[in-house]
């Protein structure tokens, strides 16, 4: 009989770094695990299961993952009962390695291969030896092939798997095929896949079924989405828009991460005339010099990532745009950052992310180029650039002080608890994705509610909320 049949929960533990898709690929392995019997714990020496899905954007990703693995040795040691598993990014990159560097580890699974964690596991035990499942490498075949290796994971959720009753991740695309010199993303989540838009229609509408409100749609280049169906009718990211835009109960819809070239007049058109679509653009530039952008291969240089900015300030004048940035990549001189700094000025983006330049093994870059700027150049660059945009996102959220902004309540701040007579402070986002604290009662969690803003930090609003009948007498609402 099986540990499911037996109602003899088993106790999974995950820990989960990187990006939003790997957000989603912990709950849809985890919504599939308690499918077949196991629950959740936050405790790791309760767990009979322990799961790291993992990042390989930076060194410092893998090298949180290998400590906590250096740390798990012991608790294995003491219960080798209990199954460890390496999932995600860092599995697909470092395959053997990882077992090589941590032999107690049962199963390492790839991106491409997450519809398996279950059988594997079983599988190590039965089998007393370590199970690997990973996709074939770029070079490993035709496309198909190589693409088919790479299987979509997208299974119908649950409503209960959900860590959040009314916001959810959609993927619509898989991998990447841009091949930035420096980014491993294309070698570990494979070719750019874009999913059938019925297909993702479908899933939006048992979500909104469900009572999700706000869904995001991701990609790793999510503006560059483009399915083809067999009668050569095509489908791009407006278009999909459109078609999520008509799904009842919806209320709003982000996509993220965009590529500068695929932001076309269509889908800013569209973010400008549907109003359930999110006023937030996240568009990472990398950085603001031409010599940079083309050792990056990015494909765009600084004059046309400039013109992209002026079509989205003229199509949809209220956007938020925000960025990412690289500082010290290979050969960047104090010129080509000074570049990058006056590009945060010019753009004044609602936030920036910044990151120190991480030479990725079997990347084009690490390949072509020297690691040639010191760690301390970087970390000083690093705090430069993200002290000139900490200056703009304090002076643009300043412009919020006195208007009413609407906000969807995500539940109760990050430093407080709510009291027991469900009070407390709440945080939420605006549609242009400020995030906003305020006092206020649990059941608001999950609506939409007015908020007026009487206070701002770099990186929160403050603020109180307003009743609808003011909004409805004429309190004017500020994206
Ligand atoms: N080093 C540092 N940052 C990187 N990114 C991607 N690859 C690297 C790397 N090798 C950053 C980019 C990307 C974000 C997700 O991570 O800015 O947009
Ligand atoms: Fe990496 Fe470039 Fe693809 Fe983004 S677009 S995932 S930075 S290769």
Redesign the pocket.
């Known amino acids: 009989m099986s540990d499911a049949e037996t109602n003899v929960k088993k106790k999974l533990y995950i820990e989960t770094v990187g990006?939003q898709m790997n957000v989603l690929d912990s709950e849809l392995v985890v919504g599939k695990l308690r499918g077949e019997g196991y629950e959740l714990t936050d405790d790791i020496r309760q767990a009979d299961t322990i799961l790291y899905n993992t990042c390989s954007?930076?060194q410092h990703a893998e090298d949180k993952i290998y400590s906590a693995l250096g740390r798990v040795r012991r608790l294995k040691e003491r219960r080798p009962e209990v199954s460890i598993g390496v999932l995600g990014c860092m599995a697909q990159k470092d395959q053997d390695l990882i077992l090589k560097r941590a032999p107690f580890v049962d199963v390492v699974v790839g991106p491409g291969q997450l519809g398996r964690v279950s059988e594997l596991l079983e599988r190590a035990k039965e089998e007393h030896a370590p199970q690997m499942a990973v996709s074939l490498p770029r070079s490993g075949g035709s496309r198909d092939t190589v693409t088919a290796s790479f299987a979509e994971y997208d299974p119908l959720r649950e409503p209960a798997m959900r860590p959040n009753p009314f916001q959810a991740f959609v993927r619509i695309m898989m991998g990447c095929d841009k091949f930035?010199t420096?980014?491993?993303?294309p070698s570990v989540r494979g070719p750019e896949q874009s999913r059938p838009p019925d297909v993702i229609v479908a899933e939006a509408q048992q979500l909104a079924h469900q009572g999700v409100k706000e869904i995001t749609l991701l990609g790793q280049t999510v503006n560059s989405y483009k399915y083809q169906e067999p009668d050569g009718r095509h489908t791009r990211l407006s278009d999909l828009l459109l078609r999520l835009h008509d799904i009842e109960g919806l209320a709003r819809i982000k996509f993220i991460?965009n590529f500068p070239n695929d932001m076309t007049g269509d889908l800013l058109q569209a973010v400008r005339d549907l109003p359930k679509v999110s006023r937030y653009l996240h568009v990472?530039a990398?950085s603001g010099c031409d010599e940079m952008l083309k050792r990056m291969k990015r494909l765009y240089t600084v004059a046309l990532y400039d013109d992209m900015l002026a079509r989205i300030r003229e199509t949809v004048p209220d956007a938020a745009v925000s960025s990412?940035?690289?500082v010290g990549f290979c050969g960047e001189t104090e010129e080509s950052f000074q570049k990058s700094v006056r590009l945060v000025e010019r753009a004044r983006f609602k936030n920036s992310?910044i990151?120190?330049?991480?030479?990725?093994q079997g990347?084009k870059?690490d390949l072509l180029f020297n690691d040639d700027v010191p760690e301390d150049v970087k970390k000083q660059r690093n705090n430069d650039l993200l002290a000139v945009q900490t200056a703009i996102s304090r002076e643009d959220n300043r412009r919020f002080l006195g208007q009413t902004v609407e906000v969807l309540v995500e539940g109760p701040s990050k430093t407080s608890e709510l009291g027991e007579d469900g009070l407390g402070q709440l945080v939420g986002r605006t549609w242009c994705d400020r995030i906003v604290v305020f006092e206020g009662h649990e059941r608001l969690v999950g609506s939409f509610v007015p908020v007026a803003v009487d206070d701002a930090s770099a990186v929160t609003l403050f603020g109180r909320v307003v009743t609808t009948e003011a909004v409805s007498a004429g309190v004017p609402v500020a994206w």
């Open positions: 990006c954007v930076r930035c420096y980014c491993v993303v991460t990472p990398q990412d940035f690289i992310f990151f120190k330049y991480s030479p990725r990347t870059a």
